[in-house]
C-alpha cells in the first residue's frame, strides 16, 4: 500500500452571530506542486463540515465526505477503519471545533 499525497483548498465561513461554523475542502491540481515520488496523488476528494452551537454545552456536528484515494485497501484497514477510525476522526474533530470556539475573536 502506497502512501497518499493531498493537494486541498479549505474554505471556512462563520456566519453573522458565530454559532455556526462550516469547512468545505477539496481536491486541487496546482502545477507547480507535482506529484511525489513514491506517493499516490488523491485528485478525486470534496468533504463538507458544519458545527452548530446549540447551547453552551452542545455542537450539533455533520459531515459528508466522497473521495477516491486510489489503489486498493487491504481488507484488515477498512475493518480498522469502520470499526475505530471513524470514532477517532469525529474525537479529533470535536476537540478542533472546542480550540476554535475558545479562540480570541
Request: some cysteine.
Amino acid at each position: 500500500m502506497s502512501n497518499r499525497d493531498y493537494v486541498l483548498t479549505r474554505r471556512t465561513k462563520i456566519n453573522e452571530n458565530e454559532t455556526e461554523i462550516s469547512i468545505i475542502m477539496k481536491a486541487v491540481t496546482i502545477a507547480d506542486l507535482p506529484e511525489k515520488k513514491d506517493f499516490v496523488r488523491v485528485v478525486e476528494y470534496e468533504q463538507y463540515l458544519n458545527f452548530k452551537r446549540i447551547n453552551d454545552i452542545d455542537t450539533e456536528y455533520f459531515c459528508i465526505s466522497s473521495f477516491d484515494i486510489g489503489g486498493t485497501i487491504p481488507s484488515f484497514i477498512i475493518n480498522w477503519a469502520l470499526s475505530k477510525g471513524v470514532a477517532q476522526f469525529i474525537k479529533q474533530t470535536i476537540e478542533a471545533a472546542n480550540i476554535i470556539e475558545r479562540a480570541p475573536k
